[in-house]
């Protein structure tokens, strides 16, 4: 694949080609959401790259002795293929199917995670090339592990930042919004695929935003493609401002899509809260000048039709939270944190 002309597929549906750095799209419902936004098809194989700063991945593409490490190098590597859509790339001679490239195991699995010369030096001395690890995308030392036919996702966390993640999944399922499963690893987070190995396709906001993040911007573009994931996008920024996550992107949410028909289904789980709450450290008391809570106030001043649909916090439901996650944490401290942040909430 030298010459970076292939096909498009969307499981064993051919449905674009790229030649001569030009697309020809066959299939427009079925088309990667960023394809259809930037016709760029080799722009969006590198952005499913693993993130190249992360030194697990260092060594497993040494491991793996790949000789172009670039990122859209990397990712055709394994034909561009992920966990979490049904979406990869071929040859135009090739006579590959979409079971062929499917991931089935975990082999590489702990020195992505891991990084042990125990674990590199395995699978340098290992034939098996075929690792949804190139295509793990994220800033965090992370891998997929195959349990009982489910693909879940680890993450490794300190003890502050597994109990921000587990206390906010906790927390978002007590306030009824649909939420990534979390479970308690050892030294690590664990995340359920919520795609069920591609049964749907989750398309990141990226696909259809860029970078932008801006929460009228964003709105307004599901607005035009997915209305029914515009009340679930306002319950995700709503949690990240009394949770204090400032690091929601792109990357982080979006959509999820029919694999058969394309139609866009709604908003995809909320995942990836361990940067938040006190996972870099006890935040301060918070002020109406707090860069979250006055990002969300502006937004919600206008669009009024929220105001009466956020969910109630209390600091009983926050105490049964904390029992449930039963980690140790300055708890008092996180209660008055979470109310102060959300009494600064128009509402």
């Avoid at 995670?113 to 995308?137: C, H, M, Q, W």
């Avoid at 969910?311 to 996180?334: D, F, H, S």
Wanted: net charge positive.
């Amino acid at each position: 694949m030298n010459n970076y002309e292939f096909y498009v597929l969307s499981g064993n549906t051919i449905v674009a080609k790229w030649e001569n750095k030009t697309l020809t799209v066959f299939k427009e419902n079925l088309l990667p959401l960023y394809l259809k936004q930037h016709h760029n098809a080799q722009h969006w194989i590198a952005s499913r790259a693993i993130d190249s700063h992360r030194a697990n991945a260092r060594l497993l593409k040494k491991a793996l002795r790949l000789k172009e490490k670039d990122d859209l190098s990397t990712a055709l590597y394994v034909n561009a293929a992920t966990i979490t859509d049904n979406y990869w790339i071929k040859p135009l001679d090739s006579d590959l199917t979409y079971q062929d490239v499917r991931f089935t195991d975990d082999y590489f699995s702990v020195l992505a995670l891991k990084g042990s010369y125990s674990s590199f030096n395995r699978v340098a001395n290992s034939k098996r090339t075929k690792t949804p690890e190139l295509t793990n995308i994220g800033s965090f030392e992370k891998c997929w592990k195959l349990i009982d036919g489910k693909w879940w996702m680890y993450k490794s966390a300190t003890h502050d930042e597994l109990f921000s993640e587990l206390f906010i999944y906790h927390l978002g399922k007590e306030l009824g919004m649909n939420m990534a499963v979390y479970k308690r690893g050892d030294k690590c987070i664990k995340s359920l695929d919520f795609t069920d190995n591609a049964s749907v396709n989750f398309e990141p906001a990226f696909a259809f935003m860029g970078d932008n993040e801006e929460y009228e911007d964003v709105l307004a573009k599901l607005e035009e493609l997915c209305p029914q994931a515009k009340a679930d996008f306002v319950k995700m920024i709503f949690l990240d401002t009394i949770v204090a996550n400032p690091d929601r992107h792109t990357a982080n949410f979006g959509l999820l899509r029919d694999i058969n028909t394309g139609k866009l289904i709604g908003f995809a789980p909320l995942f990836d809260h361990n940067m938040a709450l006190i996972a870099r450290g006890y935040p301060k008391t918070p002020t109406k000048n707090d860069i979250l809570i006055k990002l969300f106030n502006n937004f919600i001043s206008n669009h009024s039709e929220y105001k009466n649909r956020l969910p109630i916090v209390t600091e009983t439901l926050l105490q049964t939270v904390l029992k449930t996650v039963n980690m140790k944490v300055r708890g008092k401290e996180i209660v008055d944190l979470i109310m102060k942040r959300y009494a600064l909430i128009q509402k």
